[in-house]
């Protein structure tokens, strides 16, 4: 790493700097000797000595990010230099500054894996032999004394990723090993649930039951692009732990979580039986004559698709009028059909061969029937030799049928045609569309994580482990992309390198907790979009120079250009990427459009956000009462005015016509289009939103009964004196507002003594005070505005729906309205935009922040009515226990032990949706929340 051109004054650092320029042999081992001896003093002054140098490895980060612009063999070397040295401030480090360690086996193991991703060549198996040891050892002791800290579904998941990763690199004895690990660990999850009663067994198996279910989902995904023998291993495993699962959950109440689980292993099982047909057809006929066959099943399909759409599109010949043109339609439809027929004839030898290699299974037949038997019968075919209209043409078909009674089937049939041509060709393209995500297995088995998980659990702070941890993140992934992109010779030496530094990093370093489970590799299938958005919108010229090359960008930037055109150029998603790259260079215009990707990634993300906290807010019976006020408020005014005008342009027209206007005249045509045309009309019209009223009303007043009492609870069990809590905080608030607003003012007035003794007095202001302030002061009526301000803040409870004098204050006060007016000069559209912070004004669609305001503090009043009326349900006074049954003792002893999300449920009636209900109102919800953004 090239020296720093800064004076150095720790001494330690410098020896860092040194360490860095001309790194030593073992440059691991001088860097964990150095950071001993920054850890030998006391307490405090080694932290600060350790964090120093954290600082100066952190600021030298710039120097790595700079030199990987050239990315060649001295880059990679300064960036395995900079990772040994991170790694010895992590290894002896962290655990000085009483900071949770490095797990060195997880890490050193993850590490392993992704430099043999780079380069196969370069795998040691000596050190690949350490930690599968390493590995084994710790799910053996974890599997026979159990961490609370690690869930069971954690420990099985580990085992299945563990033993598949064996498999696939012939490690079969380590696998058989694992396989007695995962049955003693069973045998503990079964100890453990017979000890568990109640709800806390319930809770437990459920946990048990998500985590089964999701790992063998995910196994599903993966074991397309494994080999043979890890894939049914490793579903072969997952299929046994859902069963097993399944056999501990017939204790539970949940039906559906049953159901779930019986629906997995079902799936499980087709998978396995696919995995053995596959495996039976690559070794007859080889798997390079396999993917040809595979590739013309998929051209076959593509083909079939095309003529039943242009069967579909085309004129029936039996509407043609003229007949020589009728006759030329029939004659390509039967050619068509006699195509159609020849492919599927195909397909059904194909498929015959699939369920014989599968025993003549008819578990097989009957997953299969739908979706690849049944669209490849030549029902075509035959309705049209049945259809056509020359005699010849169908000739002995048509008196063998005739004997069989089967042509009135048959017309039953052709009359069926268009409903049968699409199914077909859904079935089709269902089947192609599972051919090709199996062709491309590899490629699309890919996990989108939208949401990173907090990585602290105070927000805002940072500790050194995760600063650390995120700077060998990016280092890490940088070496990776540099190694990858040298040629094999100069690889290889520098990946052996980092190899043994590995090695002695797993000697040198201290192994804690033998028990914690060994996460799973760091799994390259996840595609973080808020990493992939903050890469999109730093992308630069010279990134897409280094990534795609001058062939593949030239071509790319083509694109853009041909997208660059009016009219196009105003489409969804194209103005964000191609407009504007006509006239740039093609890395610059590449760039260009990468950050408009970004930004609109970044919205879309933002969206997702927007869904995700306002399903954490809103409960059942909240969404039922704002989407029925929503319904009322949005159709009340119309459905009066149209019936209104509707009923009147009706009454109009007979009074016209009592009255004997002339036949064609004016005033008699006027008559006859109020009667037929706009009173109709508008009264169907009014009818319609006065319907929808109706239906607002009633899922309106089906919520308004839960709400209604949650609010009367929460009010009378005090939330609006809420307020007082402000005032408890009345000293050091007032003495904020005087060092921000009054201050400023005073010291050019007066003294700096003076500005003391009144900051004191004008923080110990109480409330019957105002009026009376000292009028000697400089201040004494901008100090009364102040105060009158803070106690119209003072008015509202906290997170109540009165707390709402802040916004009131900002839109009505009339200083605060001049300074908009006539220094800020906001327009129009600014002004209605300040409007929706309007928290007071009723909204027939709630939008903005009066949206998020409104449904937090109800939210939150109605979570403390549910608590307070659950306890009153519940509890029981001490007076009372020796005089009311045991039974109700132990309930509420279990109620009090309950994690509180388990009580406060909603009422059944309002929590408890059906499939219909749900049909019935999501439409008008998703309404609602898109007109909210």
């Known amino acids: 790493m090239p020296p720093t051109d800064e004076p150095v004054s720790d001494p330690l650092v410098a020896e860092l700097e040194a360490m860095l320029g001309a790194p030593p042999d073992d440059l691991g081992a001088a860097a964990r000797g150095l950071v001993a001896r920054a850890c030998d003093e006391d307490s405090d002054g080694g932290r600060h000595r350790v964090m120093a140098l954290i600082d100066h490895l952190e600021g030298r980060a710039f120097d790595v990010s700079r030199a990987l612009a050239i990315r060649g063999p001295d880059e990679a070397r300064l960036l395995g230099d900079a990772l040994d040295v991170l790694d010895a401030i992590r290894d002896v480090g962290l655990e000085r500054l009483g900071e949770a ?35 084994v050892e710790r799910l053996t002791s974890l599997a026979h004394t159990p961490s609370p800290q690690s869930p069971p579904g954690t420990s099985l998941r580990v085992i299945a990723e563990s033993v598949g990763d064996f498999v696939e690199r012939g490690q079969t004895g380590l696998a058989e090993q694992l396989g007695g690990v995962r049955a003693k660990l069973w045998r503990n999850i079964l100890e453990r649930a017979q000890q568990l009663e109640g709800r806390a067994a319930d809770d437990y198996l459920q946990r048990l039951a998500d985590e089964v279910n999701d790992r063998a989902e995910d196994i599903l995904a993966r074991s397309e692009s494994l080999s043979h023998d890890a894939a049914m291993k490793m579903l072969a495993n997952a299929r046994r732990d859902v069963q097993r699962t399944l056999t501990l959950t017939r204790r539970m109440q949940r039906e559906g979580r049953r159901r779930e689980l019986r629906r997995m292993s079902r799936r499980i099982r087709a998978a396995i039986q696919d995995r053995q047909v596959r495996s039976r057809q690559t070794e007859q006929v080889g798997p390079r004559t396999l993917r040809v066959i595979e590739l013309m099943v998929f051209l076959s399909i593509v083909a079939v698709l095309a003529i039943l759409g242009q069967d579909l599109l085309a004129d029936d010949p039996s509407k043609i009028t003229d007949a020589a043109k009728a006759a030329s339609a029939q004659s390509t439809r039967l050619t068509l059909a006699w195509v159609d027929a020849a492919i599927c004839g195909f397909f059904l030898l194909e498929f015959g061969w699939r369920w014989a290699l599968s025993g003549w299974s008819g578990l097989y037949l009957w997953r299969c029937f739908f979706i690849d038997v049944l669209p490849s019968l030549p029902f075509g075919l035959v309705t049209e030799l049945v259809a056509a209209s020359d005699a010849a043409a169908r000739g002995d078909v048509a008196r063998g049928l005739r004997a069989v009674r089967g042509i009135r089937l048959l017309r039953g049939m052709r009359l069926m045609r268009p409903l049968f041509q699409l199914y077909r060709i859904m079935a089709f393209t269902l089947q192609g569309m599972d051919r090709l995500a199996r062709r491309n297995a590899a490629l699309l088995n890919r996990n989108i994580v939208l949401f990173d998980p907090p990585e602290e659990d105070e927000e805002g702070s940072v500790s050194a482990s995760l600063r650390l941890k995120r700077f060998r993140g990016r280092l890490s992934r940088a070496l990776r992309l540099t190694l990858s992109e040298l040629p094999p010779v100069l690889r290889q030496p520098l990946a052996c390198r980092r190899v043994e530094a590995l090695g002695q990093r797993l000697d040198a370093a201290p192994h804690h907790e033998m028990r914690h489970v060994v996460g799973p590799e760091a799994d390259l299938r996840d595609i973080r979009v808020e990493a992939v958005v903050e890469e999109l919108l730093t992308l630069e010229a010279t990134t897409v120079e280094v990534h795609l090359g001058e062939e593949t960008a030239g071509r790319l930037a083509r694109v853009l250009r041909m997208l660059d055109i009016p009219i196009v150029r105003r489409l969804w998603l194209v103005r964000e990427t191609a407009a504007g790259t006509t006239g740039l260079d093609p890395y610059q215009a590449l760039a260009r459009a990468g950050r408009g990707l970004g930004r609109w990634l970044e919205r879309m993300v933002e ?63 006027l008559g006859r289009f109020f009667n037929t045309v706009l009173g109709p009309g508008v009264i169907v019209l009014g009818a319609a939103c006065l319907l929808i009223q109706v239906f607002g009303r009633w899922i309106k007043r089906l919520a308004g009964e839960t709400t209604e009492l949650f609010h009367k609870v929460a009010e009378a069990q005090g939330i609006n004196l809420l307020k007082f809590h402000k005032l408890g905080r009345r000293t050091d608030d007032l003495a904020l507002i005087f060092d921000r607003t009054v201050s400023p003012e005073l010291r050019l007035a007066t003294a700096d003594a003076g500005v003391d003794a ?77 409007k929706k912070l309007d928290l007071n004004k009723d909204r027939a669609i709630p939008t903005g922040p009066y949206l998020w305001f409104r449904f937090i503090t109800e939210s939150l009043s109605q979570r403390v009515a549910k608590l307070v009326l659950h306890y009153n349900r519940t509890a029981i006074p001490i007076a009372h226990r020796p005089l009311v049954p045991a039974a109700q003792v132990e309930r509420m002893e279990a109620w009090l032990d309950a994690p509180r999300r388990r009580t406060t449920r909603a009422r059944p009636g309002i929590d408890a949706w059906s499939r219909s209900w749900t049909l019935v109102t999501w439409p008008f919800v998703l309404l609602w929340l898109a007109a909210s953004k």
């Open 101 to 135: 360690p490095t797990d060195v086996v997880a890490e050193v193991d993850r590490e392993e894996k992704s430099l043999a991703e780079v380069g196969s060549e370069t795998r040691d198996s000596s050190l690949r032999a350490r930690l599968d040891e390493l590995i």
């Open 607 to 669: 969206r997702f956000r927007f869904f995700g906290d306002l399903t954490g807010i809103v409960t059942g019976s909240q969404l039922l009462d704002r989407v029925g006020s929503t319904l009322v408020k949005a159709t009340q005014r119309p459905a009066v005015r149209l019936l209104m005008f509707g009923f009147a342009a009706v009454i109009v027209s007979w009074l016209i016509a009592w009255l004997g206007a002339d036949e064609g005249g004016a005033l008699e045509k």
């Open 758 to 834: 009144e900051r004191a007095r004008f923080s110990q202001i109480l409330p019957h005070e105002v009026a009376g302030g000292d009028a000697s002061s400089p201040l004494a009526r901008q100090h009364e505005h102040v105060v009158l301000l803070y106690l119209d803040y003072l008015d509202g409870a906290v997170l109540h729906h009165s707390n709402v004098k802040s916004t009131e204050q900002f839109l009505g006060n009339l200083e605060i309205e001049a300074i908009r007016r006539e220094r800020l000069q906001l327009g129009k559209k600014e002004r209605k935009e300040l």
